[in-house]
Structure formats: structure tokens, C-alpha cells
């Protein structure tokens, strides 16, 4: 798991322009959207979809379906090492 | 001064001409079917497509429907487009873009905004430079609402708005990726919508300041700016309401005498929902509210076009349209939406749109004359100024800023920082976003303003190409490979939604698209927009970036 949180702050970094951003700076149980934490949107949204599809196979039609997988890296950690294939 | 529709063509997949499209409606027929020859689309999608478009020799798809939808207003309105009293307005918001696919190294030049509108020149031998308008999903309202301002203060005596937009890969891999396009015909305003369609579709009008019989008048129109978020509407419809009030003021023209509104009505969720917050915020809650969306689909660049001719011709017969599939409410403010055509007695109406962005605009038609206030003679005065290129920054002529990096990215990055201003959402910005955001951030330091008191008028000759290429690079491979955070970008005037967020600008903001900075007439413009829309300032400039050339020219100007 730990592994893995790891990996998905690198890619979240990668995928979602977060300049100047390092992996220390996010706190993989904060929360990712609204204010504070990164302050992501509902376009990081949709990318997040992105990387989930592209990099672990899974597949989320409905956005809305997103908020509470999306919580913070934690959850989506979670999420994906339940559903991978 | 009153400005009349005088002439209208609608050309789309249901019909060659306004008649052939208004009986299509009347049978109830729809122009959305699912396309599965991948010309459009990787994977099948819902969409309204020409089946069998010929293209005039040597032009392209777009550039003939633009001039079949041309030569028949011009036709019927007996106008002439060599004279210097008439102008041409094209609204489109990706024009040819699909000749991306063929080379993103050598670009073919009919891919870029300009050319097209150099084409039309061309083509008619025109008197004056074909105006391009390409402000998102909002076009060809805007282009309306453009068109009367310029009659209104006395520059031309007829105006030609042409709205055209064609669907390729480039458009449907960007909306797929943004999950907003629906498996089956989009229901505006149902409990059941989950989603638009895209169409194709060309209209032509003219709008005149020569009445003639049986026409339906332009009385008002006003643009506005939700400065909330680029892609996601307003969370309260303010800003739409706003637009209709506006709209509704300059056109003398009360709730009473409102007998329809035709809404943009994409059947996206979280649009209906902010446009019916919006209609009841402007009173309107109670009136027939329609979507032409499920019989065209949403044609973009030519959406508002034809769904105003839509509108002229509702005026006229009394037949209001259905919005084909609506059968439950699934709105937060209830509308009064019907599936069933019906019969009306006809005053006025409100024409909206809202688009990618932030931006909403709003026109009333009317069945009556009524004449809007005179402009006054002025020149602005100018507040402040800045310019971005080769690597400075000015202020009012000061240097404030050099770096001799030749990359733009680079140098861009170290302008911000100078700033001091932390906002994470800078680093997701496309190149030509944060060069108009740098610039308007210098520009804007110190000045206090409210937020519909000012507006912003921008222009630039590249319109997003950078972004427009890396979409297309992306989508080589697949539709599939498309980025949402990326093809939002794909409109010029994103750069705008992102200046009206971070400043709270509410006020008029217009995108236009021509090879050379035509400083004089943008703040001409601007002149008259601060006097229709009762606003204190304006930014306006030029905003331009391709392949690390970048020049940007904000003046802050006051009325």
C-alpha cells in the first residue's frame, strides 16, 4: 500500500501539473478537492479518471461515482488495490 | 436606433435553407443519430452529422456551407457585401480545425481562424475585413449582440452573422474526454438528461438597421462572465441572469412581455441546472422555456445562429417548438418546459447561451420596434498599460520585469514568481492563458473595481493553435488518448475565464480572432460595450502565442 501511495503521488504530480509540488509536501490523507490540500477540480477530476483507466485498468463512467474514491491518495489507494485486475 | 432581422438561413443535417429545418421541427424530427462510420468519432456516438455534404472546389466543408448559408441572405435581403456600409461576422469556434490532423509540423494555413475569414474576403471581394468572432459555446450569440452594437453606433447599415462549426476528431475526443456526451438524444432539463450531443450546422442572418415587413426586431443584448470556474458553470446562474437583465434593459422590455425564452439548454446536468437557477433569478421561471438542442444537437460556433433563427421564425407564426423527449422536471427551479409544440400569442424573447469559459450572453427579439439609447461620442481614457514580449515586462512604458531565457514556459514561470502571487492553478494553464493571466495581473495592481463594472475585450491572430496542436498530437495515436485539462484550452478565450476568475470580473468579455492587432477598432468596440452595458473599464488587448513568439498588449481603459 505504502508502495503504492508513493506511486500515485508521483503520478497525480505528473498528470495534473502540480509545479512545485513535491511527494513530502502532500499528506496522502488529506483531502485532494476544495480549499486547502491541492485545491484540485473537477477537471483533475476527469484526469484522475485518466490515470486510473490508463495505468490500473479501471474504469469509473460516472464522475460524480468519483467523490468519495477520490477523497484523498489514501481512498484511491484503497480503491484501486480492491478493484485491480 | 433599431436593428431588425431582415434575412436567415439555417443549414444542417435536418435541411438546406430556414423552411426545410422549421418543417423538419414541426414533424418532430431530429437530425442526432448515432454515427458508426468513425468519420467523426473513434467510437459511435450520438451526433448530428451532414450524410452527404459536397464541398465547393477548392474550399473546405466549412468554408462552403459558410458561403451556400451567405449567398442565400444575401439573396433575399437584396444586400450588397462590396458595400462599405455592410460587415461581415463570422462566428466559429474551431473553424477548419480538422486539417490539424494532417501535419501538427507544417500547418496547413486554413487552419487557423484568420484564414478562413480571409477567405470570405476573398470569395465576396468584400469592403470590410470579415470580423471573427470565437468566444466558446457563447459565439454566435455574442456575434448577434456584437453585430447590433456595431449598427448602433452608426458603423454599418447591415451586418451578415455567420455561425458555422463541422465535427472531426479533434471536437468529439475532447468531449468524450470530459464525459459530457450522451449515449442516447440529449433531454434538456429532464430528470433522465445525462449528457449533450454534437451536431454540425451553419446559419447565416442579417441583421439591419432597415425595417422590413414582417420583421422581427433586435432590441437588447449582453454578455457576461460567471469568474468561477473555466469548465463548470456557475454554482448560482448570477451571472446568466445578469446577462438577461441586461439584455432585457437595453431592450425596454419587461417580464411581461416575455412570451417564450429558448435557452442553450445542453442537457449536460450541471448546465440545465445553473440555466433554470438562472431563468427564475430573472423572473422568468413561468414561462415556455424550450431546447432546440434535440433536434440539432449542439452545433457550437453555430448554435446560437440558428437557434435565434429558430426564435425569429417562432415570433413570427406562433408555433413554439417542443423540446422533443422532455418529460420530467429534474431541475433545481422548476421550468415550464413541454415536449409538445404549442401555440402562442407572440411578443418577445430571450435568446441565451453559456459556454467553456465562464461566459454567458443573452439576446432579446422582439415581434415589436423599439429603439435603443443613443451611444455617445467619447474616447477612453487610459488607465493603464502593459506589454509582454521578448522576454520584458512593461509597465506604462517602464521595464518591470527581463529574463533572457528564449523558452516562453521558462520565462513566464519567473514573471510569475515575481509577482509574489501564489496560485497553484497557474501551473495548468496553457502557455497562452498565463500570458494573458501575467498580464492582466500586472495590469490590474492596485485598481479597485466591481465586478460588473468591468469587462474584457481581448484578440490575438493564433487563436490556441499551441494547445489546439498538442490536443491533436495527443489524439494521433487515438481518441481515446484525448485530456480533458488539455482541451479545455482548445478556446481562445479560456484565457479570459481564467483573468475573470482570479480578478472577479463579471462584465463583457469578447474573444476576437484577426492576423494583425487592430488596436483602434478593439477599443472602439470597448468603448461601446462600457456604454451598453453601463461598465466602468474594459482590458483590452492582444494577446498572442505560437511556438515561444508570444506578444501580449493589455491597455485598462475607462469610459
Known sequence: MEELIEKLKGQLIEELNLEEVTPADIDAEAPLF??????????DALEIILILERNYGIKIENPAQGKEIFYSVKTLAEYITKNQK | MSTYITADCIISPLGIGTKQNLKAMEQCRSGIALQTNQLVADTEIMASVFANATNIDGYTKLESLIFSAIDNVVATSGISLTDKHTAVILSTTKGNVELLAQSTTCINPKAYLWNVAQTIDEHYHLANQTIVLSNACISGVSAMVVAKRLIDAGDFDSVVVVGADVLSHFITSGFLSFKSLSANRCLPFDARRNGLNLGEACGALVVSNRKTQGSICLRGGAISNDANHISGPSRTGYELNLAIRQAMAEAKIDV?????????????VYNDEMESKAVGLAELANKPVQSLKPYFGHTLGASGVIEAIVCVNELKTGLLYGTLGFEQTGTPIT????????????????????????????????VNDGATAELEQTENEIIASVEISNGVVTKNGEQIFANSEADFATFIREAHKQLGEANMKFFKMDDMSKLGYVAAEVLLQGIAFEPEKMGIVLSNSASSIDTDLRHQELINAGDADASPAVFVYTLANVVIGEICIKHKIKGENTFFVSRNYNRQ????YAQIAMQKQQMNYCIVGWCNLQSNNYNAIFELVKK
Open chain 1, 34 to 43: 476544495g480549499d486547502g490540500g491541492l485545491g484540485l477540480d473537477s477537471i
Open chain 2, 256 to 268: 411581461a412581455d416575455i412570451s417564450f425564452v429558448d435557452t442553450h439548454g445542453t442537457a449536460t
Open chain 2, 335 to 366: 421550468l415550464n418546459v413541454s415536449a409538445q409544440h404549442q401555440t402562442l400569442p407572440m411578443n418577445s424573447c430571450v435568446k441565451t447561451a453559456s459556454g467553456f469559459g465562464g461566459c454567458n450572453a443573452a439576446i432579446v427579439l422582439s
Open chain 2, 521 to 524: 477598432w478593439l477599443h472602439h
